[in-house]
């Protein structure tokens, strides 16, 4: 594995294309993300936003192009891709908690039987991480009985568990209640500040602007228009950037 | 009222909420669940009430059927063929012991893993109070009257039976001499023959084709003890005189001691001349006699205590083959005559399982916190399969266990045994046609889907056939493999189809986010499966696998179409083999269903413990 160097790009993307049957999803997707950066991906649905971030740990298939994470090229090697997502931790719009084992060992699953830790370990440093997301109370119940939000919480704990180097959060907050959306926004916050190399697919601009260190703009399967925060809400130069943003302003 | 409204277009609520009141007493408790339930509405009311007496009316039939009239000996007179079939008698203590096994095992699993509330113990205890209360108070219910019929075609036989010292044994000698007498209702044990003999010629004196009054029997009676030597006086000195007229009476004695008694009843062809001269029915109506379970049975335990019976040309046993009961029996006879015998048989293993079921729980409760006893226990109940079945065949040529071919297992045994080898190698089975079917390689697809397809195609009574007859026909090397055995892949194969399209179902309600969250983990294919996806859709199929198991339960009963004597057919053996039990087929085939229906009602319970215990979130998906 590649020593992380601070001046390497961790993820490279290069001309990368994908088709869901006849249907061209990603048209040539360039994107190169910095080790500690935050990176927004925002636009409309059906844009193929999702699909690239799903291509980056593979649980999509890429048929075009190149993409290398931590020096590790993407293909059909087993090995490269258990490798891979080893170090990618994701978190989904739907949670995807598992409903049959409690919280605790939701996060402790992964470092047991992936990184091989003793039980006990596991689920120290798992009780460790929900204290970060700040539910530690929570560790023995089940995922149904939880809120939405908490929930959440307990899966970015589980992705955080694997002590990844990058996190992926595919629209994290858009199936949660409006009361429940900051909670889990503060976490990824923290999480930022904690210098995590972040790719975020939202809708909340907000967060967008407090946290991004990039805005990427996704429309028709490419990429629109990148640039700062700052240059974003202030100084669009697409017609689509500036249409995108002026209907969810 | 227009509640606290002044200004209907402002309102501002105070700031305290109003407390909680209790609600009317007609919406909660006992009276609100009626009313909520059972009469909601008057549709609802009209089928409660009809149901209700439809219930209890099929109920009420059938309980007063069972205490009344019904014949449960033919179930506890064959306990040990409904048990274990034909099973060596002489190796029965085999049985014994892997009950006990099994028993003692299941205390220190108990103990071990589960829980048991105070109810279940106090039942317990309140169960094996019964099963010695109801024999001791059943003693001290009166005997029934048994009836023997003279009748001047067959010579009569001498009456032997077992007398305990003090009883008051009474033999009443009544003849019948009017046709009213056939209006006579009998209430107690009729001896067989003179059931048929007097159900014909009741009717012929009823028609008018046979006269009553034409009575001219002479019939002596005496009690003689074991050795044939008289108690009471013969013919002539009273009462025990009965010779000669259409006269009446009764012989009573005191029995001096414990042990056999013969009535010897002769009837006196001399007095009335030329043989065929005999003309009249009489009754004798022995009181005060105990009557036993089996000749059989009263060939080994009551030789054992009182000796062999007395040497009597004609003899007719006290023994319940010979007789069936008329009329209506009283629930306190129902109690002694019905529910005693089965408590005084079963009440020792019962006492003697709880015994090995407590120290074992005790066991268990003890050593919880030891890792060594909880390897112990897990490791007991694995090695108890084979170590049941060493038991139970035994080995060729050993002295200690002697070979039991599996050919004769039958019974509950081999019910028992055959559901369970069902359920242990078709859950695997099952589990693994699912994953086959679902499987990306389209080799392995297939294959499974065809068997999956092929199989459920074919009724179970065909595969046991063809387990039977054909497979060996086309492949030799089965044709050595025993019986019992083809029919436990019979039925396993069976029933793994089933389970695999029901476990099928189950992996298709797991949502594809599942898979997908565990592979962003790092989790390969096969710990996916067996750590998220698996444990998901099985515990969402528990009840139609438990269902597939109810039927393989009771399945099992079709190899007895192949000549398998498991519990159904045993019974049939029974009640169509033995002559004696040929009346009592409604008894026994009501038993069956009884234990039929408590396993596979104990079966369904477990499933619902299982959906419910621990993690039951699956429906928050």
Redesign the interface.
């Known amino acids: 594995m590649a020593e992380t160097n601070a001046s390497e790009p961790i993820i490279r993307c290069h001309a990368v294309n994908k088709w869901f049957g006849n249907f061209h999803v990603l048209k040539d997707v360039d994107l190169d993300v910095m080790p500690q950066e935050v990176v927004v991906i925002i636009g409309p649905s059906g844009s193929g936003k999702s699909t690239f971030i799903r291509c980056i740990n593979r649980l999509e298939e890429h048929q075009e192009g190149q993409i290398i994470v931590d020096g590790i090229e993407l293909s059909h090697d087993v090995r490269n891709i258990a490798a891979i997502r080893s170090e990618i931790g994701m978190v989904f719009q739907q949670f995807n908690l598992f409903p049959h084992l409690t919280v605790l060992d939701n996060v402790a699953l992964a470092p047991r039987y992936v990184r091989r830790q003793p039980r006990r370990t596991a689920e120290e440093i798992a009780l460790q991480l929900l204290e970060r997301v700040g539910i530690p109370e929570q560790a023995r119940k089940y995922p149904g009985q939880l809120s939405g939000g908490q929930q959440q919480r307990v899966a970015i704990a589980r992705a955080l568990a694997m002590q990844p180097k990058i996190m992926l959060f595919d629209e994290p907050t858009s199936a949660l209640d409006p009361e429940m959306i900051k909670e889990v926004l503060d976490v990824m916050k923290q999480l930022a500040q904690s210098g995590m190399t972040m790719l975020v697919v939202t809708h909340e601009m907000g967060f967008a602007r407090e946290v991004a260190d990039r805005i990427v703009l996704f429309d028709e399967g490419r990429i629109v228009e990148m640039g700062t925060p700052e240059h974003f809400f202030t100084n669009p130069q697409h017609e689509r950037t500036k249409l995108f943003l002026s209907q969810i302003l | 009222m227009r509640g606290p409204y002044t200004d209907p277009s402002v309102y501002v609520a105070p700031s305290e909420a109003p407390p909680s009141r209790r609600p009317p007493i007609t919406s909660v408790g006992p009276l609100g669940w009626l009313r909520a339930n059972l009469f909601s509405s008057k549709i609802n009311s009209a089928a409660t009430i009809l149901m209700g007496a439809l219930v209890v009316w099929f109920l009420w039939g059938f309980l007063s059927w069972s205490v009344r009239s019904a014949q449960w000996g033919v179930i506890y007179h064959n306990l040990r063929l409904v048990t274990s079939g034909l099973y060596d008698r002489r190796e029965i203590w085999r049985m014994e012991l892997v009950a006990g096994i099994l028993t003692l095992l299941s205390g220190l699993g108990l103990g071990v893993w589960g829980r048991v509330s105070r109810g279940v113990f106090i039942a317990v205890l309140v169960i094996l109070l019964i099963l010695v209360v109801v024999p001791v108070l059943a003693a001290r219910v009166p005997e029934p009257t048994i009836y023997l019929l003279v009748e001047p075609q067959r010579a009569p036989s001498d009456f032997v039976f077992v007398g305990l010292r003090g009883q008051e044994a009474s033999f009443a000698f009544d003849p019948l001499t009017d046709a009213q007498d056939t209006d006579e209702r009998l209430l107690g044990f009729v001896e067989n023959q003179s059931r048929t003999e007097w159900a014909i010629r009741a009717a012929e004196a009823r028609a008018g084709d046979l006269d009553l009054g034409q009575y001219n029997l002479a019939v002596t009676l005496r009690l003689l003890d074991r050795q044939g030597k008289p108690l009471t006086p013969q013919a002539g000195s009273a009462p025990g005189d009965f010779a000669g007229g259409p006269a009446g009476g009764t012989l009573s004695y005191t029995l001096p001691a414990d042990g056999w008694y013969v009535l010897e009843v002769r009837r006196d062809d001399s007095v009335n001349g030329a043989a065929g001269d005999n003309a009249g029915y009489a009754w004798i109506r022995v009181q005060g006699v105990e009557t036993f379970a089996s000749q059989e049975a009263a060939a080994q335990a009551r030789a054992e205590q009182f000796g062999a019976p007395p040497a009597v040309e004609r003899a007719l046993f006290a023994d319940e083959n010979s007789y069936r009961f008329e009329g209506a029996r009283s629930v306190a006879e129902f109690f002694s005559l019905q529910v005693a015998p089965l408590f005084s048989r079963i009440a020792m293993p019962c006492f003697v399982g709880a015994l090995l079921f407590f120290n074992g729980w005790v066991i268990g409760v003890l050593g919880k916190r030891e890792k060594a006893v909880r390897r112990a226990v897990l490791g007991g109940w694995i090695l108890s399969a084979p170590a049941i079945l060493i038991i139970l065949r035994g080995f060729e040529g050993s002295r200690a266990l002697p070979l039991v071919p599996t050919s004769v297992w039958g019974g509950l045994l081999l019910t028992i045994l055959l559901t369970v080898v069902g359920i242990v190698a078709s859950f695997p089975l099952g589990v693994a046609l699912a994953l086959g079917r679902r499987s990306e390689l389209p080799a392995i697809k297939w294959t499974c889907t065809l068997f999956i397809e092929t199989v459920r195609g074919v009724p179970l009574i065909t595969i046991l056939f063809m387990a039977k007859q054909i497979v060996p026909f086309f492949w030799s090397a089965l044709s050595g493999l025993d019986l019992t055995i083809r029919m436990m892949i019979g039925v396993t194969l069976f029933s793994a189809v089933y389970l695999a399209e029901n476990v099928r179902g189950g992996l298709q309600i797991i949502?594809h986010?599942?898979i997908?969250?565990?592979?962003?983990?790092?989790?390969?294919p096969p710990?996916t499966m067996t750590?998220?996806v698996l444990?998901?859709a099985l515990?969402a199929v528990i009840p139609a696998i438990v269902g597939q198991f109810i039927s393989l339960f009771k399945d099992t009963s079709l190899v007895a179409v192949v000549g398998l004597f498991e519990l159904v057919g045993i019974v049939d053996r029974i009640v169509s083999g033995q002559t004696i039990y040929r009346p009592y087929q409604r008894e026994a085939y009501i038993v069956i269903a009884v234990i039929y229906f408590v396993i596979s009602y104990a079966m369904s319970d477990v499933s619902r413990r299982l959906e419910q215990s621990g993690?039951g979130?699956?429906?928050?998906?």
Not at chain 2, 516 to 524: D, I, K, Q, S, V
Not at chain 2, 617 to 621: C, E, F, P, T, V
Request: net charge positive; glycine share 8%.
């Open positions: 949502p986010g599942q997908e969250a565990a592979r962003a983990l790092g989790l390969n710990l750590l998220i444990p998901q515990r993690a979130s699956i429906r928050r998906l």
